[in-house]
């Protein structure tokens, strides 16, 4: 009989235990704060956007100026003429003249020791 008392007091501490357990069905845990937030979100209208809202944030787009031909020279010549004219010439170009002798510096002395003939070694024979 002792075991049958056991079982049924076992049975009857399940069951309590059962029901007073953390439940996790939708009907037991309900979230106000959750359900009061998306009734806002249903009941929520945005207001309606008037037609000329956009006037001041928009400016009005015109086409910028067609571009103008350039005009030809009516006095072709006499503008090639003064063209020339003030042109420089090379009798107006001074040449500063060359020094004679090369100090071992310069392009020009880099350019004269690149040919110069290798002096051979004669005593590796």
Request: net charge negative; charged share 25%; hydrophobic share 40%.
């Amino acid at each position: 009989m002792s075991s049958a008392i056991l079982r049924q007091a076992s049975g009857a501490i399940r069951a309590v235990s059962r029901s007073t357990a953390f439940s996790t069905s939708a009907i037991a845990r309900k979230d106000f704060v959750q359900d009061l937030y998306i009734r806002e979100l249903k009941s929520y209208k945005p207001a309606p956007i008037a037609k000329d809202a956009h006037l001041g944030a928009v400016k009005a787009y015109t086409l910028p100026p067609k571009p103008q031909a350039p005009a030809a020279p009516t006095d072709l010549a006499s503008e090639l003429a003064a063209y020339d004219a003030s042109e420089p010439t090379k009798a107006d170009v001074k040449v500063e003249a060359a020094p004679a002798e090369h100090t071992g510096q310069g392009p020009e002395a880099f350019l004269d020791m690149l040919e110069a003939d290798i002096p051979e070694d004669n005593h590796h024979h």
